[in-house]
């Protein structure tokens, strides 16, 4: 079975299901997020992400701070930024101000704060970030 089989068979499960998959044991939540991570030939739908709810949080901030490919990290905290909550917030603020990421990696954490905080927060939070970063 493909990854991208296997990831829309969880989300229509998830779906099926009728809720969030915050009642999973960790390891099926880890298995469905590494799944979504796995596609990479179109995005999961962010209803996907939000099935798997906050308890995804931990299991993708892990992976952030996994030093892993860097695609895997990006979307990860793309991830987050539609999970949302304070967690997540300072893994993706914390994500930009890293000098030592990969810009695609710090890209992708501007990103996702752009879209979970509102815009002046965002702005506040980011600029000394976006200012010292050389890229």
Known sequence: MTATTL???LVL?????????ASLPEADLRRRVEAYLGVIDRPIPEEAWRSLGPGA???LEEIVRSRTASWRRSNALLALAVLGGERAEAVLLEAARDGSAPWSVRAAAVRGAGHLLPPERALAALRPALERDAD
Do not use: F
């Open 7 to 9: 990831a829309l068979a």
């Open 13 to 21: 499960a998830a779906q099926a299901e009728g809720g969030p998959a």
């Open 57 to 59: 949080v931990p299991v």
